[in-house]
């Protein structure tokens, strides 16, 4: 049997046939085997490349990991810093201390307000003193009972006054002054020297109000209206200068030898307001022979006395004048 399906030409194909399919069995099979095998190798490969995946994006990813975490590291740190740092700022210590500053600064720099002015006071009384003029040399230098060697004599005589009453004064007062300006010109002009300017010296260091007359209606006015007299009255006048009994002679033996041609005689006395003066005034005639007949006409108009010299006063020995008459004596 086996030899006829080896030698039996028309089974040839017969026996060959069977041949075929054996093969296409084995190719089968070594495919199936070799898939097999494939197979059981993939997952090795794919295991190795699965352990073999890792290990390259361990390098890629350790790359990433250490920038990442640097970043994911600075913002935390620094999220936290700032979130930390914004309560600390606004923490209430910190609120209180910058208002201390900005209230204290300004305090610094404020200047200290100025100091109060000083209240002004109104003077409620006045002190007056008028002084006459010299007679000139050329009048007088002959004569026996000569006049006014002296220029200064009723001036030097007004300033002893002012030391005396100073102290008497209030606060705000100031003694005024009426000097007979004529009468120091004529002998500035005599002397060659000028006068004027000495007097006012001697004002201002007495620290009194100076001011100059030309007229004796120029004396009344000031009496009257020099300040308002219902708040303001006289409480002293004295006078230095030449007199005689019945008038103030401001310019004697200056402008005619002998004789005066400004004066304020007893008829002009009603023309000062009664209220010049205050009911408590205190007056004084320092020149001749008031006493006789000028201090009765003033006491009458005002009501006050003044007191004046019976005789002569001399004002040759310097400071306020004395009697120089026998019988001499002051009264009211």
Known sequence: MKDDLLDNPKNSFLIEQ?????????????????LIVLMAVRPVSAQNTESTAPATPTTTTTEPAQTAPTTESTTATQTPAATES??????????????????TAPVRNVPAPPPAPAPVITPTREFVIVSGGPALRYYEHEKKASHDKYWGNFIDAAVTRFNQLQPQLQPGEKITWLVFRPGYVERSAEMVTELLPVIME????????LLWFDRSVQVVNYLNHGKDRKTTPVVLFEYFGHSNKACFLFDYSNDIDGMSTTNLHVRDISDINKTALAPTARSKSWGCHSGELYSEVWK???GTPMEGAIGKTDYSHGGLPFLSSDQGRWTQ
């Open 202 to 209: 001697k004002a201002n260091k007495a620290n009194v109000n």
């Open 18 to 34: 069977p041949a075929k399919p054996m093969r296409s069995s084995l190719s089968l099979s070594f495919l199936s085997l070799t």
């Open 300 to 302: 009458k108009h005002f």
């Open 86 to 103: 914004a309560p600390a700022t606004s923490e209430p210590p910190t609120t209180t201390t910058a208002p201390a500053q900005t209230e």
